[in-house]
């Protein structure tokens, strides 16, 4: 089940720049916060950016400096800045929302595939 979309994943050559989107379902309330990962291929999922409700930010070391993450005003639609792109960055993003009492409802998208290559 889809339950997240996003938007806004390519190919790109290295030091190139995305912008991914993703919308939270209309069905969601309270969203405590909204993010990013990414999993590329053989490894495991990591976290790579979050937002909260109160506009506060957080990256991972790897992208930092490189990645910008941001909300819309009506706080339902959240975006990934990616630039200086490097191979390392191809991997699989996918979006994830918690929401609810104690952000305990949590919502994944289906992903969108990143690559970087020359």
């Known amino acids: 089940q889809v339950q997240l979309g996003e938007s806004g994943g390519g190919s790109v050559q290295p030091g190139g720049s995305l912008r991914l989107s993703c919308t939270a379902p209309?069905?969601?309330?309270?969203?405590?916060?909204m993010g990013w990962y990414r999993q590329a291929r053989g490894k495991q999922r990591e976290w790579v950016s979050s937002i909260l409700a109160d506009g506060s930010t957080s990256y991972a070391d790897s992208v930092k400096g490189r990645f910008t993450i941001s909300k819309d005003k009506a706080k339902d639609t959240v975006y990934l800045q990616m630039n200086s792109l490097k191979p390392e960055d191809t991997a699989m993003y996918s979006c994830?929302?918690?929401?609810?009492?104690?952000?305990?409802?949590?919502?994944w998208g289906q992903g969108t595939q990143v690559t970087v290559s020359s």
């Open positions: 209309g069905f969601t309330s309270n969203v405590c916060a």
């Open positions: 994830r929302t918690d929401s609810g009492w104690r952000c305990r409802d949590t919502y």
